[in-house]
T-cell receptor
Framework: KAGVTQTPRYLIKTRGQQVTLSCSPISGHRSVSWYQQTPGQGLQFLFEYFSETQRNKGNFPGRFSGRQFSNSRSEMNVSTLELGDSALYLC??????????FGEGSWLTVV | GIQVEQSPPDLILQEGANSTLRCNFSDSVNNLQWFHQNPWGQLINLFYIPSGTKQNGRLSATTVATERYSLLYISSSQTTDSGVYFCAVERKGGGSNYKLTFGKGTLLTVNP
């Protein structure tokens, strides 16, 4: 069965712009979570959604937001981009919280 | 929050050698997973192992929850094993099994 799909894979944005990243979970998985990976901070939890409700949120500013749709697909948005937002953004899905499966990620560069 | 420490930070091996990667965590956990990040950035789940021992081919893992550590064993290493290995945990009582705290990883390089 298809894995976690993230789009776009690569993108370049200018400071001050906003960006929307998309994630389609494995079929049947209702939990979708997002992580940011940077060389300095490593992998950090952003937020987690289950059945369209945000259940957990990491320690990120309000510029980072997300949502989940009724088909479990999720989007995350970063507004007013800063250079420090350049990172690999990873989406993951899980059926029951045991094994978590990650997508290939979206590489965001802010210039 | 919970602290996760991985060691060693870097490891260089010759093909065919064995290795042990360690993950220490600072609090009780109800979820512990090992991941391998390939050169393209994708995290591949290796084991879900909050306690006990599991094996999958040349890889095996052991978690001693009472002593707050986990070990990942790689035997007969191959060049394709190169990459970064992450340990990630969810603190027990943290509210869900879906919020992982990652260690900084072990960068493994296997030379032919």
């Amino acid at each position: 069965k298809a894995g976690v799909t993230q789009t776009p894979r690569y993108l370049i944005k200018t400071r001050g712009q906003q960006v929307t990243l998309s994630c389609s979970p494995i079929s049947g998985h209702r939990s979708v979570s997002w992580y940011q990976q940077t060389p300095g901070q490593g992998l950090q939890f952003l937020f987690e959604y289950f059945s369209e409700t945000q259940r957990n949120k990491g320690n990120f500013p309000g510029r980072f937001s997300g949502r989940q749709f009724s088909n479990s697909r999720s989007e995350m948005n970063v507004s007013t981009l800063e250079l420090g937002d350049s990172a690999l953004y990873l989406c993951a899905s899980s059926l029951d919280g045991s094994t978590i499966y990650f997508g290939e990620g979206s590489w965001l560069t802010v210039v | 929050g919970i602290q996760v420490e991985q060691s060693p930070p870097d490891l260089i091996l010759q093909e065919g050698a064995n290795s042990t990667l360690r993950c220490n965590f600072s609090d009780s956990v109800n979820n512990l997973q090992w991941f391998h990040q390939n050169p393209w950035g994708q995290l591949i789940n290796l084991f879900y192992i909050p306690s006990g021992t599991k094996q999958n081919g040349r890889l095996s893992a052991t978690t001693v929850a009472t002593e707050r550590y986990s070990l990942l064993y790689i035997s007969s290493s191959q060049t394709t094993d190169s990459g970064v290995y992450f340990c990630a945990v969810e603190r027990k009582g943290g509210g869900s099994n879906y919020k992982l705290t990652f260690g900084k990883g072990t960068l493994l390089t296997v030379n032919p």
